[in-house]
Nanobody, 137 residues
Framework: QLQLVESGGDLVEPGGTLTLSCVVS??????????IAWFRQAPGKEREGVSC????????IYTDSVKGRFTISRDASKMTAYLKMNNLKSEDTALYYC????????????????????????????WGQGTQVTVSS
């Protein structure tokens, strides 16, 4: 059974940097064949898609509010995906989750090419427990 474990969350001042990690276990293939995504949920707010990657098809997606500040990546040899977060803002405070599914789970509607997705209904099969990021002075 595929499992995901996040780490790296912390209390950081505005403008600071954090890198979150998501370790994948129980998966016999390369994580390059997975669509891996990061989501976040702040208290009293709905879950929000942040970024996703499907390395096999060279696709990365970011929500507008993090473009230019966050970078998603993965290291297949370590079975780990990362979310590097620069210039953090108070509105980035949330519980951050990683999620994963087959790289064939999501398709671009017009071309049917494989992709990843960070829009509702967030139909990823596997989810981690989350890591807390708090941005405050």
């Amino acid at each position: 059974q595929l499992q995901l474990v996040e780490s790296g969350g912390d209390l950081v001042e505005p403008g600071g940097t954090l890198t979150l990690s998501c370790v994948v276990s129980g998966f016999s293939d390369s994580i390059d064949n997975l669509a891996i995504a990061w989501f976040r949920q702040a208290p009293g707010k709905e879950r929000e898609g942040v970024s996703c990657i499907v390395r096999r098809y060279n696709r990365t997606i970011y929500t507008d509010s993090v473009k230019g500040r966050f970078t998603i990546s993965r290291d297949a040899s370590k079975m780990t995906a990362y979310l590097k977060m620069n210039n953090l803002k108070s509105e980035d405070t949330a519980l951050y989750y990683c999620a994963a599914d087959s790289s064939l789970q999501f398709k671009i509607p017009t071309s049917l090419q494989p992709t990843c997705d960070i829009t509702p209904p967030y139909a990823y099969k596997h989810w981690g427990q989350g890591t807390q990021v708090t941005v405050s002075s």
